[in-house]
């Protein structure tokens, strides 16, 4: 059975800045797309870096957005973290280098984004789009360690669910 409790925000915001690979998710016209990213959360706002395609064409409509990341250890072992809020394309060039300086502490070759991408026979253009997530929502849980000393204590009132 496995023990599974909420994070605090305080905690949220921790776990999230220690990660730096997630899933970006939006939506347009009620479908869902999901893609994997990587980002860099510096602790009030996450922010990526990608190239024009499908993610940012649905951004261009609907700038909600949910990111979530997870650190497994097992199956037993895990925290998982989501931000949900609107996606800001930075067109400040400050704004943008400051970002961008960020990312590259977490992906400095800013892979998938910066790759070749095949359209037919010809090679399509990698355009830069820098996007700040502003948080709506910050949320995480994590599972509970079965021992019963200070991490039951505190966890104590936190507890969701069973599995």
Same mark, same amino acid.
């Not at 994997?36 to 064409?57: M, Q």
């Given at each position: $059975?496995?023990? !599974? /409790?909420?994070? #605090? ?6 776990? $999230?800045?220690?990660?730096? *690979? ?7 016209? @009620?479908?869902?797309?999901v893609v994997p990213i990587h980002f860099h959360f510096d602790g009030n706002?996450? *922010?990526?870096? #990608? ?5 940012? %064409? !649905? ?12 650190? =497994? #250890?097992?199956?037993?072992?895990? =925290?998982?973290?989501?931000?949900i809020g609107d996606a800001v394309r930075l067109s400040d060039e400050k %704004?943008?280098? #400051?970002?961008?300086?960020? !990312?590259?502490?977490? @992906?400095p070759r800013l892979t998938p984004a910066v790759s070749i991408r095949w $359209?037919?026979?010809?090679? +399509?253009?990698? =355009?830069?789009? /820098?996007? +700040? ?31």
């Amino acid at each position: $059975m496995i023990e !599974i /409790i909420e994070l #605090t925000d305080g905690e949220s915001r921790e776990a $999230m800045s220690k990660m730096h *690979f997630g899933h970006l998710a939006c939506a347009r016209n @009620n479908h869902p797309y999901v893609v994997p990213i990587h980002f860099h959360f510096d602790g009030n706002n996450a *922010f990526i870096y #990608t190239t024009e395609g499908k993610k940012t %064409e !649905i951004i261009r409509v609907n700038p909600e957005v949910c990111l979530q990341a997870e650190e =497994v #250890t097992d199956n037993e072992n895990w =925290v998982s973290v989501m931000i949900i809020g609107d996606a800001v394309r930075l067109s400040d060039e400050k %704004e943008r280098s #400051t970002a961008l300086n960020l !990312i590259l502490q977490s @992906n400095p070759r800013l892979t998938p984004a910066v790759s070749i991408r095949w $359209m037919d026979s010809w090679v +399509r253009e990698n =355009v830069e789009v /820098i996007y +700040r997530i502003e948080p709506r929502l910050i949320t995480g849980r994590r599972t509970l360690k079965r021992d019963t000393g200070r991490d039951n204590i505190l966890a104590k009132g936190r507890r969701t669910q069973i599995y």
